[in-house]
């Protein structure tokens, strides 16, 4: 049986289909078509490379299913080559059952699991600013393979942050020319040896995308004049000063007037008890999503401190009564969820109320907070009006607009946490889709 696969490639990225080099650095703004022809480029690989191994890479394993893993699946999908190959959900393995090459998957949520890579010639590390130097070292290292003809890690990112290690290792302060392959030769060493070789650098923008779709387009024309920093970044693919602080910026808060008749939603909090009414706080969100308008509307919201699980519940159930609310989200690991299971059940006892379905989620707020930053700062967030004038709203305001992440917010930071999470949750729910932003493939 004779295949041929029917690639539309962008043909800035031409170059990389016979390309030797040992690093590939594919530097680039949102939109700028980078993912989707590493995706294809991979695809090629099987065919071209009988029997070898090749490795999908982020930082945490869950995030390859929902980017590297599902981008390829679509072009081979879109190639109509799916009965060339053989899908392992469970593990995220994909082989060419023609020639025998194979693409498996590998998380780095534990540093130790780099050095169990074995036979892999080619990698792919998608949002390669995730990593850090020590990450990215290990896995130069363990890329090798007997049988390879020539070994290749590709790297692809959006030029976040000036200061990045990325920048030094392999940039320097020259700022690459768009649309144009750079080779230079390097020497390096690592844990002691001297290595040599040579690094491809690329650097594109949304403008070397010719599929790129208009609400693409529009959302990434519209940051020239609402946030110049991340037009910067994303549209121009400038090296940026992008901060997690930036987050939920002051400017972009707004209120609604009137919600569209379309907007369905979710409940979602982190139920946190403080021994008389001191300590930490709960925030509590309802938030709606408009498919017609592509906004989301905050209907409720409070941070405070709460002694009990009665005092708790009796909020999230008073925001229950909007019809529009269709599901309640709580943070919770293991043991919370047993204990929450166990209040839960109590409360409706003693109420007489039905017992009310709860999903308990486990989500990583830092790993999630770009997709929030990104809706937050295109104007897509809605509060109540006058939120901002009442006590809730201060509190909430205050948190939301010096929140830098979890790992560098100093004091509270549970709002932030539950908007972030009621915006996943959103997704997970189905009342959205990440279309619009998944489309531009940051």
Known sequence: MTITPNYQFNSVFLSLLDCKQRNIILMGGAGSGKSVAVAQWFIHKTFTLPNHRMALIRKHLKHIRQSQYQEIKLQISKMNLNQVFTFNETDMRIKNNMTGAEIISFGLDDREK???IAEIS??????CTELDDIDDDQIDLRVRSKNALFLQVVRTFNPIKKTHWLKDKY????LPPLGEPVVKTVTQ???GVEYSFENLILRTNYRHN?????SSLAILERFRTTNPEYYKVYALAEWGDL???LIFKREFYQEWTVIPSDARGVIYCDPNLSKKGQGDTTAIFSLLFSPSEQKYYITNACCKSFSTTSELLDVVLDYRKDERTKFIGFDGNVNQESQWTEHVANYSRLKGLAYPIIDYKRYRVDELAKMAQIVWCDGSVYFPPGFKYTKEGETILSQLYSFAGKKHTEGHDDAPDALICAIEYIYESGFAFKTQLSNIKF
Do not use: C, N, P, R
Not at 171 to 174: A, K, L, R, S
Not at 210 to 214: H, L, R, V, Y
């Open 114 to 116: 780099i050095k169990s």
């Open 122 to 127: 080619q990698v792919w590390i998608e949002e």
């Open 171 to 174: 940039f320097g302060d020259e």
């Open 189 to 191: 060493t690592i844990d």
């Open 210 to 214: 010719a599929f790129i779709d208009s």
């Open 243 to 245: 901060e997690l602080g």
